[in-house]
């Protein structure tokens, strides 16, 4: 029993979850925007950790807190009655800018060219 939970913590958690917003009558939305702000804090958590520990700040931290509290904002502005589609566009733009910024912190990262430089020596 014991090994089947810990196997399927994530089915667990999420079936958890899903049920606390049935019972509590919260709208999926509200929800979702919830569950992104408390990514936000997560992330923001293990960049601080990591720079306390390591004394540098990692570029992937950064950009994946900006791109899920731009996520957020997107759908906090698509459940608005009368949302802009232009801000949703720009925000939508600003996230795929992100992405292409995380793809490029990925590839050039210092560690990994390194450890690149020591396979090749």
Same mark, same amino acid.
């Given at each position: 029993?014991?090994?089947?939970?810990? %196997?399927? &913590?994530?089915?667990?958690? $999420?079936?958890?979850?899903? $049920?606390?917003?049935?019972?509590?009558?919260?709208?999926? &939305?509200?929800?979702?925007?919830?569950?992104? %702000?408390?990514?936000?804090?997560?992330?923001?958590?293990?960049?601080?950790? #990591?720079?306390?520990?390591?004394?540098?700040?990692?570029?992937?931290?950064?950009? #994946?807190?900006? !791109?899920?509290?731009?996520?957020? #904002?997107?759908?906090?502005? !698509?459940?608005?009655?009368? &949302?802009? %589609?232009? %801000? !949703?566009?720009?925000?939508? /733009?600003?996230? /795929?800018?992100?992405?292409? /910024?995380? !793809?490029?912190?990925?590839? &050039? $990262?210092?560690?990994?060219?390194?450890?690149?430089?020591?396979?090749?020596?």
């Amino acid at each position: 029993m014991k090994k089947i939970l810990i %196997e399927n &913590y994530q089915i667990i958690s $999420s079936l958890a979850i899903f $049920s606390l917003i049935l019972i509590l009558h919260t709208p999926f &939305y509200k929800a979702i925007i919830v569950l992104l %702000e408390f990514i936000v804090v997560l992330e923001v958590v293990k960049m601080i950790s #990591d720079f306390i520990e390591k004394r540098k700040l990692r570029l992937r931290f950064i950009i #994946d807190v900006f !791109i899920i509290f731009l996520i957020r #904002d997107v759908i906090i502005k !698509i459940t608005e009655p009368s &949302y802009k %589609e232009h %801000e !949703i566009f720009f925000l939508l /733009f600003v996230i /795929f800018m992100f992405f292409i /910024f995380r !793809i490029l912190a990925l590839v &050039y $990262s210092p560690s990994i060219t390194r450890n690149q430089k020591n396979k090749n020596s």
